[in-house]
């Protein structure tokens, strides 16, 4: 056995869960030394989760299944101990921060892990204070964390791990569920960490533009490492990425179609906008006009108001003013996607459109009739809602079954609801699924389903809570195309989302929302161009529209900017 | 939606050792089980209601007051119609049977807002430390405060679901009993599968953290019997023996009554 004396060293590792259809993990040889920071990548299913696991012992200790190889600890095997002992030199964070909560203070949560370890009372309130002052919760130590935003929810998760003082930190998909800005606050921490006290840092990750700061870049694909390379190189390499289910840098996109050799392609829209430049290349505006005039054209189509929202507040009954002044109208064949920070109150303002809420002041008409007079059963005739995780709406044996319930619970006949779920099915790219079990189907799948139950009803509009959350490249992309096609088949579509590309690329029209007031509201291509007004409401635009917004022309996708590009 | 009873306020029944909480609660429970008379059980609730305000927790009263009317309202029929006594009222219902009702109704009651005052007076991580100081093993406590917690886990995690099918078009307010119930299948499924799941991330968590990595451990919440315990534990046990005695001697049962 060769030197094992890197912060982790992982040899022939593979893995069978109990149960399992085939190996979780293959064969994965993987070094990593003191104080690297290597990102994970590849689409869901690959393994990326399985192998975080197996760093601190839960694999083979705690997860039932067989493992082969062996995983060394700064020289240690992991066979060899219990998580416990490894707990603290590995910190693990798990990608679903709200289940990894449960004390009833920020303080408490934070002292769990040292009281754990026997660490005396003085120490630990000193561990507290740094550890909440380093993921900047200084001044929480009395707040219930279930009352935390999403970004401090997960920073909290992070101090949780931290007060442990482990040498190597492992996130799985630490920003997944985060608004752009809480995503770079999570980052800036682990940057800060790595740079200061020589942790060693492991982060699962699926979007690219969060890599930028990562010595190494490893990608797993069906449980077996197909690259691990410095992180620049893997960055540049946008066949590999795409094969992967991983969305390239848009720039390095750009600048690669645009026939610029590999070693020179920029990553980051400043450099971007350096090589454009350099290379004399320039927006040509006619063409950009062009795209204006489009959105515009576009614009003329769309048909009478379905949802008007006048002057709307809403208080909870606690007191809190979730929404106040808000006036929208949605019209027959838009595509409207509505953004804000976690708890800005995007959410609450499109249950007022289905019915589970009403307004406190204000009126909100769907089809011209005030919303309390309709109900939420009438409303659902109407307004589909999808919800941001499809677990918590599947409960049937099959497919067809799941699809079948809401026009059955409407009391349509049998050969209706027949041709219904047919009809909902194909649309979602799902026929002859019907008989499967939906909870044996991928995240992906389980999504598309939940789609296919509520186009069963035919509703007017679709609106579709965080449709790209906890899904890879390739199934964002297959998400959000069928979305597109409902739309062009008629369908009026609301989205609440915090993936930026998926607005640029897809939606008609943005509206953003910041402390329960619209801040911004026009078409897409308007709203991205107020990047001031944008990170006020702690949103990023993507890359490639930061670039063009730099060269003085918003443009919304790698092809737009290619269209508009005139080569030297 | 607040996720716990439990709320963050400076009262000095707040700052009692959870020891000494555990031991009002049981003797609270005690008091509200030697009494048969509807007159000295609402005494006994006047008492529970008198502590929640001196812990300025009654504003939870809000969060269960359908749950105690519900409780009281079927108490008291169900005791009116089955129980039986000496003296007829109206058609079959005696007059000790209906007040037997009223006692059991205030009884529960008075018991459940003490368990109320409790959780609202007492982090989960008291209870553990509580428990341990009791010298039960640490394992063990965690349990009791993590079930503690899984109750308004479930519950938020259920009223998100129930968004959720109702806006697929569920209907859980029409129909018979039996209807109703298969209602919330859809309820039901999704609530179990998640918090399935989700336990099953909280533990890795747990073990990730270290938990049981050392058969001892120490707590950074800190708790000790101080003076104020010794005199409230002094007090209570007094006024224990006094009803205990007064229960001996005859007084708050409840003549006439018979199952």
Do not use: I, M
């Given at each position: 056995m060769g030197d094992a004396s890197g912060a982790l060293s992982v040899r022939g590792l593979g893995y069978r869960y109990r149960?399992?259809?085939?190996?979780?993990?293959?064969n994965v040889d993987l070094e990593i030394g003191e104080g690297e920071f290597v990102v994970v990548m590849g689409p869901s299913g690959a393994g990326k989760s399985t192998l975080c696991t197996a760093f601190n012992g839960l694999i083979p200790h705690f997860l039932r299944g067989r493992m082969e190889g062996d995983v060394f600890v700064r020289g240690r095997s992991?066979?060899?101990?219990k998580v416990g002992e490894f707990a603290q030199e590995v910190g693990l964070v798990f990608q679903d921060f709200e289940a990894q909560l449960f004390s009833t203070n920020v303080a408490l949560e934070v002292a769990f892990g040292p009281e754990n370890f026997r660490v005396d009372h003085e120490e630990m309130e000193r561990r507290v204070e740094g550890v909440l002052g380093r993921v900047r919760?200084?001044?929480?130590?009395?707040?219930?964390?279930?009352?935390?935003s999403g970004g401090q929810k997960q920073r909290l998760a992070i101090a949780s791990v931290l007060a442990i003082e482990p040498r190597i930190l492992c996130l799985d998909e630490?920003?997944?569920?985060?608004d752009p800005l809480g995503k770079l606050g999570v980052f800036q921490i682990a940057e800060e960490l790595r740079q200061r006290e020589d942790v060693t840092l492991v982060v699962v990750e699926?979007?690219?533009?969060?890599?930028?700061?990562?010595?190494r870049i490893v990608i797993l694909r069906e449980g077996e490492i197909v690259a691990d390379r410095p992180a620049h190189e893997v960055l540049r390499d946008v066949d590999l990425l795409e094969e992967s289910s991983v969305m390239p840098l848009q720039v390095t996109r750009l600048f690669k179609e645009l026939g610029v050799e590999r070693e020179e392609l920029p990553l980051t829209p400043q450099e971007g906008v350096e090589e454009f430049r350099r290379r004399g290349f320039s927006v040509n505006p006619e063409r950009h006009r062009e795209l204006i005039a489009a959105d515009e054209e576009r614009g003329r189509e769309y048909g009478e108001p379905v949802i008007e929202v006048e002057d709307l507040a809403h208080r909870y009954p606690?007191?809190?003013?979730?929404?106040?002044?808000v006036d929208l109208t949605v019209r027959r064949g838009e595509f409207l996607a509505v953004l804000g920070q976690n708890g800005s109150g995007k959410t609450t303002l499109v249950k007022h459109f289905n019915g589970l809420l009403y307004p406190t002041e204000g009126h909100v008409r769907v089809g011209g009739e005030e919303t309390g007079k309709q109900g939420i059963r009438k409303l659902g005739q109407r307004i589909g809602y999808v919800f941001q995780n499809p677990d918590h709406q599947i409960f049937s044996d099959t497919v067809a079954d799941e699809v079948a319930f809401g026009p059955k619970i409407r009391g349509m006949e049998d050969d209706e609801t027949k041709e219904r779920v047919a009809e909902a099915l194909r649309a979602v790219g799902m026929?002859?699924?019907?008989?499967?079990?939906?909870?044996?189907?991928?995240k992906g799948g389980r999504q598309r389903v939940a789609v296919a139950s509520v186009l069963a009803v035919r509703p007017e509009v679709l609106i579709l809570d965080?449709?790209?959350?906890?899904?890879d490249y390739a199934e964002q992309r297959s998400m959000m195309d069928l979305v597109r096609r409902l739309n062009e088949a008629g369908s009026t579509i609301i989205i609440v989302t915090h993936t930026m590309w998926v607005v640029a690329e897809y939606a008609h029209r943005a509206a953003v929302i910041r402390q329960g007031r619209v801040v911004l509201n026009g078409t897409v291509r308007e709203v991205f161009a107020e990047e001031e007004v944008l990170r006020d409401a702690s949103l990023r635009p993507p890359h490639i529209v930061s670039l063009g917004n730099s060269l003085g022309h918003t443009v919304l996708s790698v092809e737009e900017m290619l269209r508009a590009t005139e080569e030297g | 939606m607040a996720p716990s009873l439990y709320l963050d306020r400076d009262t000095w029944i707040h700052r009692l050792d959870p020891r000494t909480k555990m031991f009002l609660l049981l003797g609270m429970f005690v008091l509200a089980f030697v009494f048969l008379s509807p007159v000295y059980e609402a005494v006994i609730l006047l008492l529970v209601l008198f502590f929640g305000y001196l812990a300025r927790s009654l504003s939870n009263l809000l969060r269960i007051w359908f749950i105690l009317v519900v409780i009281a309202v079927f108490t008291i029929i169900l005791w009116s119609i089955f129980g039986s006594g000496r003296t007829p009222l109206f058609?079959?219902?005696e007059r000790e049977a209906l007040l037997y009702g009223i006692s059991i109704a205030l009884r529960i009651d008075a018991t459940v807002i003490a368990g109320m005052v409790f959780l609202s007076t007492t982090r989960n991580e008291e209870v553990a430390i509580g428990l341990v100081r009791l010298s039960i093993p640490y394992r063990f406590a965690f349990a009791v405060s993590t079930a503690l917690r899984l109750v308004p886990t479930v519950a938020a995690t259920g009223f998100t679901i129930s968004e959720a099918q109702r806006s697929r078009?569920?209907?859980?307010?029409?129909?018979n009993l039996i209807q109703r119930i298969r209602k919330y299948l859809p309820l039901l499924v999704p609530v179990f599968i998640s918090t399935v799941r989700s336990t099953n991330v909280f533990s890795m968590a747990l073990e990730s953290k270290g938990?049981?990595?050392?058969a001892k451990r120490t707590f950074y919440f800190q708790t000790s019997i101080g003076r104020r315990d010794v005199v409230v534990l002094v007090v209570f046990v007094a006024l224990l023996v006094v009803t205990l005695a007064l229960r001996v001697a005859g007084y708050g049962g409840l003549e006439g009554f018979t199952r």
């Open positions: 149960g399992g259809k085939g190996h979780a993990l293959k992991t066979r060899e101990g919760l200084t001044g929480f130590e009395g707040r219930e964390p279930a009352t935390l630490p920003t997944t569920d985060l699926h979007e690219t533009e969060e890599t930028l700061d990562a010595d606690n007191g809190v003013v979730a929404l106040e002044g026929e002859g699924y019907d008989e499967e079990d939906p909870f044996g189907l991928t965080e449709p790209t959350t906890g899904l | 058609l079959f219902v078009g569920l209907d859980l307010e029409s129909g938990f049981g990595a050392s």
